[in-house]
């Protein structure tokens, strides 16, 4: 379906040309005119002239009036009208020559039209069409990081790009207008819909409906960097040109294997092709740790070169970290989905599959069954907010959702994600092939272990692949099935073909279809440990804690630890540092409840709750008690964002603030108060504020004037550079600090001249401020 435009409404091109025909025309007389004209001729006995003079009037004030209310339709049919002849066009000319660009384009659509959703497809016969289900996602974070404050400012003139719920098709717009927005990264964790997004932007280009987004005309190549880590990691990697020739056009199709023209991926970069190239990076985070710098540097290097074609790169916060490259020039984050997006997604989701299994007679019956269960699962989603809520906010975790309860509406949703991992391992390993007639050669339970053996041996690698061979000796000296007296081969075909736990996305190589299921899979193996591997098994987890490929082998690993195992294992991490001990909180949430735990339990798990609470600051405390008073700030920011679930490179706005915890707020004010003798802190900041009038409007004498007394503020509109302030309490003004700089990225000019702080973005940094204070202020500060 069209993606949702900007809030913002910009008029289509034959609404202009009516408008300016409005303004022109009707408003300067000309109906007027020809009245006066009429009025004349009939004075003069000329009566058929003078009719003629009103009739035309009339008709030119009707058509430009009509005009303008059809315009927005009209519009979209020249839209179809053009794509329709330019598709039937290029169709013909295909068939008088080879149409190399067009055959790409259809290669390219086909392999993006089914709805695989990464990580969870557990029905061939029920995969859904890509474009039936696709659900918008909203995106942020457009100007977080820029490092100019002109370009800041210039940004946030722009609505559309101040809003929290952007679209991919205008950042694509954007890229004509703007060379930044040539450069993205998108990022969210695991199963936020970031393969399925670059997916249908690669769809629709591919099939020219890009007209429909109003987005510019632009050739996709879909690169997932884990098929290619093999050529990126040489000490001589192919260049981006020759890697589109000789590695991915060849692989679009093995049957029908096209052949491009002599620098035909050349031209299309540096945009002398019939349209510039749009770029898509996916998954940088997938590359082995390793070689993730060498291939950031050369990435970055092919951005350089080709200034005209439109890069994105998609990565799971933690991995990007390993970027140390040049970034791309604007950071983009997946929000998660709400609840209008929830619903939409199930009910595409629901209406396909029902349709899928019925003949064309039977639609209207499909579409009653599939609005009965759409609304049965909701009013379960409804109910269980508190329970299900983060599951369902994951649209890969509401695929499963949708699909656990599907196969029996009967059957309680599952409360937390390790049940959720092992109600649908179960489904595909066990209840689906019952209910397709198809025998197993395992039961279920000695599938999965042989399944957990695999994982677990990827997850100590570090990798998310394994070859053919060495999948097939591990299964052949598998006890379980050498016991069983089951083939390797079979087994291997069984577990892809039906239960589609592992997929082969390149011949010879598999995989788990989701990072998360291989950490599934990895941590019960680890949980699931005999005694005298229990010690080892824990001991691993904990240094690999703060490994991003580990995160979930690590979250589903404590959701299965016995109450006093958690607790060794916690205690340690929260050893770790501040963010380790975020982790730690994470694991804690998680961590399953039964109705009835006994007293000690409890206690166990507040205490721990407790003890990872306070390990979040310990690292802020150290900076304090040093008097490094920059980087405490950068962490306070830090921390911050995590109380609102946005990660470090993201930006803090004032609408955040809502989400603010009273006890964090209070044991970061405690410290700054305590380390800097009463000079710094957020009640320091409040009693000034309402030492000034506790101002409100911006730009009033009291605003300015609490700019002023807590050093941000120049005089004569201009706020001071964060370079600029002091940032020692010895020499400070009273509240200079927490500032929150470090999410807006005002710094120098390219020449390294200070300048004045553009005022809207002097004022955001006082918004912020004034949220925090009122938020403190009920917090009891």
Known sequence: MPEEESSKYSPTTIEKVFELLDTKLVTFGVPGALSFVGITKAKEGQWVEAGWCWAGAAGILIAIKIGKKLAPKLDQLLDWTIAGVEQGLCNGWSAVRSDFEGQYLRQQARLCEEFVAEGFNPDR????????????????GAWANLDNPREIAKLQQDAALRSENLSIWHLLARSRKDRKFRQMSIQAKGGMGKT??????ALIYGQRKHRKYHAPKLVPVLLRLRDLTEHLTQSQPPSLPNLITE??????????????????????????????????????DEIPEGNRQAVSRWITAQMQEYGESVFIVTSRPAGF????????????????????????????????????FRSEKQLRHAKEIATERVEHLLSQLRQRRNELGYLAENPLLLNMLV???????SVELPRYRIDLYRGVCKLQLEDRPKARLIRMLLPFEKSQKVLQTIASRLIERNQLKIEHEILLKILSQHQILQREDVNAEAFLKQVVEVSELLVEREPGEYEFPHLSFQGFFAATQLAEADDAEAAHNNQLVLQNWNQAVWRETVLLYTA?????LLDQTIQKACELGSEASELAILCLREYPRPEKFSPD????????????KDSQYTKLEKLLQAGQWEAAD????????????????????????QGFSCEVLQTIDELWVNYSDGKFGFSVQRKIWQECGSPSEENSKNWNAFGRCIGWYRGWGSWALYQDLVKNPLYSTAGELPCFDWGLGWTTTDSGIPEAMPVDVGFLRVKLVREIIACTKNCGL
């Open 125 to 140: 016969t029920a995969i859904p069409l890509l474009e039936e289900v696709f659900v918008p996602l909203d995106l942020s």
């Open 196 to 201: 399925t997004l670059l997916r249908h932007v």
């Open 247 to 284: 590695v991915y056009v060849p692989s679009l199709s093995k049957n029908q294997p096209l052949q491009p023209p002599d620098q035909w991926a050349e031209k299309l970069l540096a945009g002398r092709g019939s349209a510039p190239a749009l770029v898509m990076f996916d998954g940088f």
């Open 321 to 356: 970290t390993d970027y140390v490259a040049q970034r791309p020039a604007i950071p983009i984050f997946v929000k998660k989905f709400n609840l209008q997006q929830q619903q939409e997604f199930i009910h595409r989701w629901y209406l396909c599959q029902e349709q899928c």
């Open 403 to 409: 699909t656990f309860h599907r196969f029996d509406p």
């Open 560 to 564: 299965q630890l016995s109450p006093k």
């Open 601 to 612: 339990v409890i206690d166990i798990i507040n205490r721990l709750e407790s003890v990872a």
């Open 634 to 657: 950068k962490e306070t920011y830090r921390l911050m964002l995590r109380m609102v679930d946005k990660e470090s490179s993201q930006s803090l706005r004032p609408e955040d603030v």
